[in-house]
């Protein structure tokens, strides 16, 4: 079964548009983390969604390093997922 990953984000109440536009600097200059498969933002304006591969080793700590920088604009969640095809034969496992 194939792991994925999938944060979800929501924007801190009161930035300021300053802090808006240093966000969008850093993440332009520094670009999506490793392994990143879809990348949503919320119609809405206030956050968005990640789905992401499992990373392990440097790629873990990269990633890690951009969600600290990230953390001051931002609250996260994150949530290990599959796919519903693989899901299904073990809920059938189960509940068949």
């Known amino acids: 079964m194939k792991r994925l990953c999938m944060i979800s984000y929501t ?3 009161g930035l300021t548009a300053e802090d ?3 966000m969008v ?3 332009a200059a ?3 983390a490793p392994g990143v498969i879809a990348h949503y933002e919320r ?3 206030r956050g968005g969604f990640i789905i992401q591969e499992e990373l392990d080793g440097q790629d ?3 990633d890690f390093e951009q969600t600290v920088a990230f953390s001051r604009f931002m609250g996260m969640d994150s949530y290990r997922i599959t796919t519903v095809e693989e899901a299904f034969p073990v809920f059938q496992r189960v509940y068949g």
């Open 43 to 45: 119609l809405d304006g």
């Open 25 to 27: 600097r850093m993440f």
């Open 60 to 62: 873990l700590e990269k």
């Open 11 to 13: 924007y801190h109440e």
């Open 30 to 32: 520094g670009g999506e």
């Open 20 to 22: 808006r536009r240093e």
